[in-house]
């Protein structure tokens, strides 16, 4: 390979992994946004940050997959980006954990409402199935608290 080719795909290469890094920080922005949306039940401000957060990953996998051809094509190139590559791998890690957290804060809120729905209704949550054509069911307390 020329060396001039070989200059072009690792000047690609590092634009490549610089938009993926400024790609990365903005996700992690909006997973903060995320967090705070949840704390404060701003219903409004978490369709934004998970609008947001799709747009970024969509543009991430495009980017990863330049990022895996170009590296296919020059391995000196992928080489000479390791470092970079391993400082963006952390900064994915970061998102990683982030999104996990939320996740895990999406999921105790999940359980609340169900267990206050279940209040309500007078139906136990904790032993609902799904019947043959995939509707829930679940059994009922003798006497509900609220019907709707």
Same mark, same amino acid.
């Given at each position: 390979m020329s060396p001039n080719l070989q200059a072009e795909l690792g000047a690609a290469l590092r634009t490549v992994l610089d938009e993926m890094s400024a790609t990365t920080a903005q996700l992690i922005t909006v997973l903060d946004e995320e967090r705070e949306a949840?704390?404060?039940?701003?219903?409004?401000?978490?369709?934004?940050?998970?609008?947001?957060?799709?747009?970024?990953? +969509? +543009?991430?996998?495009?980017?990863?997959?330049?990022?895996?051809?170009?590296?296919?094509?020059?391995?000196?190139?992928?080489?000479?980006?390791?470092?970079?590559?391993?400082?963006?791998?952390?900064?994915?890690?970061?998102? +990683?954990?982030?999104?996990? +957290?939320?996740?895990?804060?999406?999921?105790?809120?999940?359980?609340?409402?169900?267990?206050?729905?279940?209040v309500l209704t007078g139906t136990d949550a904790q032993t609902t199935t799904y019947s043959q054509n995939g509707a829930v069911q679940g059994t009922h307390r003798s006497v509900p608290l609220a019907q709707a």
């Open positions: 949840l704390n404060s039940a701003d219903a409004k401000a978490l369709n934004r940050s998970g609008e947001a957060k799709q747009m970024l990953m +969509r +543009r991430l996998e495009q980017l990863d997959v330049e990022r895996l051809h170009l590296s296919s094509t020059s391995a000196e190139a992928a080489q000479q980006m390791e470092p970079t590559w391993r400082e963006l791998l952390k900064s994915l890690a970061t998102c +990683r954990d982030k999104n996990q +957290r939320n996740g895990a804060l999406v999921g105790q809120r999940l359980t609340q409402v169900r267990r206050a729905l279940s």
